[in-house]
Nanobody, 122 residues
Framework: QVQLVESGGGLVQAGGSLRLSCAAS????????MGWFRQAPGKEREFVAS????????YYADSVKGRFTISRDNDKNTLYLQMNSLKPEDTAVYYC???????????????WGQGTQVTVSS
């Protein structure tokens, strides 16, 4: 059973930056692709970014491309999301997730953290 714990959320003004972290335990972190998702009030959860298990491939939603950077440190079993030039529309609960299958860039995401709130004021 994997456990994912997000941290780093908070309140920031538009144009500011935050770095989210997701600490993983209970599974071989380095063999799983990871992702970040977010859910704003009254909206469906949406994809933000993903990174391959090797860390060499990254993918971003168009809405965050050029502003957010996903990365991972397999020695620390930690996933990161650096968020720059934040906008009010980035306000949401951010979740990290683990793909269900090892060594796959296409498997569904299964395990989820509890989320961390990001609020961007205008």
């Amino acid at each position: 059973q994997v456990q994912l714990v997000e941290s780093g959320g908070g309140l920031v003004q538009a144009g500011g930056s935050l770095r989210l972290s997701c600490a993983a335990s209970g599974r071989t972190f380095s063999s799983y692709g990871m992702g970040w998702f977010r859910q704003a009030p009254g909206k469906e959860r949406e994809f933000v970014a993903s990174i391959s298990w090797t860390g060499k491939k990254t993918y971003y939603a168009d809405s965050v491309k050029g502003r957010f950077t996903i990365s991972r440190d397999n020695d620390k079993n930690t996933l990161y999301l650096q968020m720059n030039s934040l906008k009010p529309e980035d306000t949401a609960v951010y979740y990290c997730a683990l793909r269900l299958t090892q060594y796959s860039d296409n498997a569904d995401f299964g395990s989820w953290g509890q989320g961390t709130q990001v609020t961007v004021s205008s």
